[in-house]
């Protein structure tokens, strides 16, 4: 069933986020050099390298760590990209990864490729055996802020308390975090 709604739900919100995505494409094309998308190596299900896009908000060349790792991530910022990231536009690209069953709407943020302590931690507890999420209860309860145990009890929780209503919380309360703009730090 969750499979059968994030179809649904991506061809949805592609239908009715397509002319935003032009909008949002042109002006990172207007405002800055470099291509539109930002494609990362994530890590999926059961610890499987993908790659997930973004709209890029960062400068070419900018060094593929998380974002906390930056010394200055305000400085590699493009013009748009604080305002991107903040809003959460960024992430539109990724209804690709939905569709293809790479990523759901619901589940644990996909880490970087390098982020060998949140991978190796989510493999000890099981939690890399959930399809990673756009959102998840770790994105809600503090997103950028929580140290990575504290990211991966969340994950856990998540992963023995799933089912549609719990994603269904979770999707709201993710629309109220985008909207106040919480939890974002860079």
Not at 2 to 11: C, E, P, Q, S, T
Not at 121 to 133: D, E, F, I, Q
Request: proline letters at 6%.
């Amino acid at each position: 069933m969750k499979k059968l709604f994030d179809l649904i739900l991506a061809v949805i919100a592609l239908m009715v986020l397509l002319g935003p995505i032009i909008v949002i494409a042109f002006m990172v094309k207007l405002t800055s050099k470099g291509p539109v998308l930002y494609w990362s190596d994530r890590v999926g299900q059961d610890n499987h390298i993908f790659k997930m896009p973004k709209f890029r908000s960062m400068n070419i060349n900018t060094p593929a760590v998380a974002t906390h790792l930056l010394a200055d991530p305000g400085s590699v910022l493009t013009p748009i990209g604080n305002f991107l990231r903040k809003s959460s536009l960024d992430e539109f690209p990724q209804l690709w990864c939905i569709l293809k069953g790479d990523m759901s709407f619901v589940g644990p943020r996909p880490a970087l490729f390098n982020q060998d302590d949140l991978i190796e931690l989510r493999s000890k507890k099981g939690v890399h055996k959930l399809v990673p999420g756009l959102t998840g209860w770790a994105q809600v309860n503090g997103r950028d802020e929580l140290p990575i145990p504290q990211k991966v009890e969340l994950d856990i929780e998540y992963m023995q308390r799933q089912s549609f209503s719990f994603d269904l919380k979770i999707l709201w309360l993710t629309c109220l975090k985008v909207l106040l703009k919480e939890g974002v730090s860079h």
